[in-house]
């Protein structure tokens, strides 16, 4: 039972990434996906999640209106789509996965680092 991420890596400020977070070992169609991220000595804070019914998309005031996520449940794998970065969203990436019963997996993380 897993998550794994990918995608991460070093762009220049107004870059792009792409993350993927593919689930393994169970279903996670019943499973909403948060994404959160922690830089380095700051808590780790949610920037993005959808939802398992509706896909309902929510985003951090932070990331609104530049980061995109989704879901492909035919692939288990959620995706965070990720516009006009800046240095302030460096961070470790990490993907969760919830459902309402109260089981939560959680991904190794994927760094990102934006440079000016």
């Known amino acids: 039972l897993q998550l794994v991420e990918s995608g991460g890596g070093v762009v220049q400020a107004g870059g792009s990434l792409r993350l993927s977070c593919t689930a393994s070992?169970?279903?996670?169609?019943?499973?909403?996906i948060v994404w959160f991220r922690q830089a380095p000595g700051m808590e780790r804070e949610a920037v993005s999640s959808i939802s398992s019914e509706t896909g309902r998309a929510r985003y951090s005031d932070s990331v609104k209106g530049r980061f995109t996520i989704s879901r492909d449940n035919a692939k288990a794998t959620s995706y965070l789509q990720m516009n006009t970065l800046k240095p302030e969203d460096t961070a470790v990436y990490y993907c969760?996965?919830?459902?309402?019963?109260?089981?939560?997996?959680w991904g190794q993380g994927t760094q990102v680092t934006v440079s000016s």
């Open positions: 969760n996965a919830n459902n309402r019963i109260g089981f939560t997996y």
């Open positions: 070992g169970f279903t996670s169609d019943d499973y909403a």
